[in-house]
């Protein structure tokens, strides 16, 4: 807590502290341990922990960064936190995001922006960009984000920690604010690979209240962590170092990938074709998703009430105040696309999109390993910069939204900086291939 009083003021990860319910925890936990009760065995044992502010926390304020939610006070814990609080962690707070986890550089968070601490010019990233910036800033050791379109990944990216969006299914999304069902998961934002590993063992599983969880084995990653990568077989996609990506980036991750070859990796140009069709097959299945998701918040059943005569209009002013203007134009960018004239013309076709988009992963994995590019096009850009351009920003997603739309599991890794600024190196794997994956990263890191 000293030091997010220190340099919380400047960053502006945590929307909300809960310092005494902590404060209250360590001390009962010590207590325990010197009773005998406890050990302190478990890494996690007393561990204070940043969770994304879409992640509910029973009896701690769960407002997405939205106004419509600014009252939530949850009744349940998510899985995760379940599973993290069985571990004895510390929950020291709640952390700023774009609302509803829609955005790429956390401008679209209705109480304040984040700063990335490497520049505080610069966006962190987003919409896990509290989630990145409080490792970086060393304020937590670790947090917890959630990864729909890149959204853990490209904020490690921009902050120069380490970023996972385990397979879709690894992790339960019970407790998960939805955003798009089909491509949301919750991963660990940690400073290193092994931290990062141990803690997805931790959260990962089947769950009962989650349907679409699977019920595959968890692998104990941690132990795999050899620094063997000898004979590794790497593909990477000419798209991702090709037009569009900067110079400096590009250059980076080639040095990146001379040290995997150092270590007796081999790589091979492959190519991702339908890859440049993600952008917007992405933005139309998961504003449909997202359209139907948020349709719950009128007021009436969770958040903030405008209360009105009629019931139409506490709807009607409920949403219209609620929520903010990305949040308005995804829901009716949404609803345009699954209404009955256009289904076919959109969603449909974006869902047949989809499919090729994955079967270009299934292609590549039955010959690589791994497959490797940068997270983000370029590095962390200016506050303000792209904030009147919705499209320019949607772009910068190119890299990590394949990914999402395949079911994969991905990394990112700092591979170096450009103008100070951290690059982030992107392992992408086979589907609950999560150990290879820490593999590579951790014998590159
Ligand atoms: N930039 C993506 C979007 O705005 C990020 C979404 C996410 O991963 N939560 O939709």
Redesign the pocket.
């Known amino acids: 807590y000293k030091r997010i009083a220190e340099v919380d003021d400047k960053v502006g990860a945590f929307l909300r502290l809960d310092e005494e319910n902590a404060r209250n925890k360590a001390k009962s936990l010590e207590e325990k341990l010197a009773n005998g009760n406890a050990s302190a065995s478990e890494i996690l044992f007393g561990m204070p922990v940043g969770i994304k502010d879409n992640i509910v926390t029973k009896g701690l304020l769960t407002t997405c960064a939205s106004q419509i939610l600014a009252n939530f006070d949850p009744q349940h814990n998510a899985t995760v936190m379940e599973k993290l609080n069985g571990l004895n962690t510390i929950t020291i707070g709640k952390l700023n995001m774009?609302e509803f986890?829609?955005?790429?550089s956390n401008e679209n968070s209705s109480y304040k922006n984040v700063k990335n601490p490497w520049d505080l010019s610069r966006v962190p990233g987003?919409?896990?960009g509290g989630s990145a910036a409080t490792v970086a800033a060393g304020e937590v050791p670790f947090s917890l984000g959630?990864?729909?379109?890149?959204?853990?990944r490209?904020p490690a990216a921009f902050c120069g920690v380490v970023g996972m969006k385990p397979t879709y299914g690894r992790v339960s999304r019970f407790g998960l604010v939805a955003?798009a069902s089909s491509?949301?998961q919750i991963g660990p934002i940690t400073r290193t690979v092994e931290d990062n590993a141990y803690v997805l063992q931790k959260i990962a599983g089947k769950d009962v209240l989650d349907s679409t969880s699977a019920n595959i084995d968890v692998a104990d990653y941690v132990s795999q962590l050899s620094g063997d990568v000898k004979g590794l077989k790497i593909g990477v996609p000419k798209e991702y170092l090709g037009e569009g990506v900067s110079e400096e980036v590009r250059e980076t991750v080639k040095e990146a990938l001379k040290v995997l070859e150092s270590l007796g990796a081999e790589w091979d140009e492959v190519s991702l074709p339908h890859s440049k069709y993600a952008v917007p097959t992405?933005?139309l299945l998961?504003s449909s998703e997202a359209s139907a998701n948020l349709a719950r918040f009128d007021g009436i059943r969770y958040g903030v009430r405008q209360e009105e005569p009629s019931l139409g209009e506490t709807y009607k002013q409920t949403r219209t105040k609620g929520f903010g203007d990305?949040v308005k134009r995804?829901i009716m960018l949404g609803t345009f696309a699954l209404s009955s004239g256009f289904y076919d013309a959109y969603y449909k076709k974006a869902q047949k999109v989809r499919t090729l988009i994955k079967q270009d992963f299934e292609d590549l994995f039955l010959k690589y390993d791994v497959i490797i590019g940068p997270t983000a096009p370029t590095t962390a850009f200016k506050i303000g910069e792209n904030v009147d351009d919705p499209l320019t920003?949607?772009a910068?997603?190119i890299l990590?939204?394949p990914v999402?739309l395949a079911g994969v599991p991905a990394i990112s890794v700092p591979c170096g900086l450009v103008n100070g600024l951290p690059v982030g190196l992107q392992i992408i794997g086979k589907h609950f291939d999560e150990s290879t994956v820490y593999k590579v990263a951790h014998a590159y890191e």
């Open positions: 774009d986890a829609m955005g790429s987003g919409s896990s959630s990864d729909t379109g890149g959204s853990i490209q955003f491509l949301d992405y933005y998961s990305e995804r920003m949607y910068n997603d990590t939204i999402n």
